[in-house]
């Protein structure tokens, strides 16, 4: 039984291929430019049966072709790591393609994520910032969850992975950063990195904290224009940049 949010059919970009993506309910971290506020509170979201996942996900089988899936993204998928891997491993035996978007942030043992990670063939990590003050600046949490499970997802774990870190002006779009991130990035199995994606910054969640009544700390942040991230990208030199 999963805590979700909602689920999304027919996706093409939460992972490879054409997916059903189920976005789990609840998130510790609050970071600043989060589009998805709403999938925060953990007392939130509806349940939904393990049977209930499998059959959705199976009636979806024939759109996923050969690259297609599943991907469990939120709110944080690994606050409900120990449900899943059970999930995971029927998918899986069912010859389904699994992913995870992830921020790192767990809190079982290495032993669950370990399990977790091989009933799952992709991970999508989100790197919030490299820099242990910035990361909880903007994140509102230290960067030690990140960390240790990224030692984990590289020491303890076979699958692909996919990087993406949000680019946003005056934040995390200065250049010195965005070389220090190309480090952060080499610091992966480069054999194992499909892509590294550089997302920009949009607004389109704004209106979320307005009907939550929460402040938005970004009001006054102007969007990140693609022209830009262009720019940005030049600084970088990975092949697996996108
Ligand atoms: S990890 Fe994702 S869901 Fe959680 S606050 Fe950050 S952007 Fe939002």
Excluded at 88 to 95: D, Q
């Amino acid at each position: 039984m999963l805590k979700i949010h909602s689920i999304e059919t027919m996706g093409a970009l939460d992972g490879p291929g054409l997916r059903i993506i189920f976005f789990l309910q609840g998130c510790p971290l609050r970071c600043l430019y989060c589009h998805n506020p709403d999938t925060w509170q953990v007392d939130k979201g509806i349940f939904i049966t393990d049977e209930d996942i499998v059959g959705k996900a199976l009636r979806y089988k024939p759109y996923f072709k050969n690259n297609g899936g599943v991907t469990f993204s939120g709110g944080e998928p690994l606050l409900q790591a120990k449900e899943l891997v059970d999930i995971l491993k029927t998918l899986k035996s069912h010859g389904l393609h699994t992913a995870i978007d992830t921020s790192g942030y767990f809190n079982v043992s290495d032993a669950v994520i370990i399990e977790l990670l091989q009933y799952t063939d992709l991970v999508i990590l989100d790197i919030k910032h490299e820099n242990a003050e910035l990361y909880k600046k903007i994140t509102g949490h230290s960067i030690d969850k990140y960390l240790h499970f990224k030692d984990i997802l590289i020491n303890k774990a076979n699958c692909k992975i996919w990087l993406k870190h949000v680019v946003v002006p005056g934040l995390t779009d200065n250049p010195q950063h965005i070389k220090n991130m190309e480090k952060e990035v080499k610091t992966f199995p480069l054999e194992r990195v499909e892509k590294f994606e550089l997302l920009p910054y949009h607004t389109l969640g704004q209106s979320k904290y307005e009907a939550l009544g929460i402040d938005y700390a970004l009001s006054d942040t102007p969007e990140m224009q693609m022209d830009d991230i262009d720019e940005i990208k030049k600084l970088i030199n990975l092949d697996c940049l996108i």
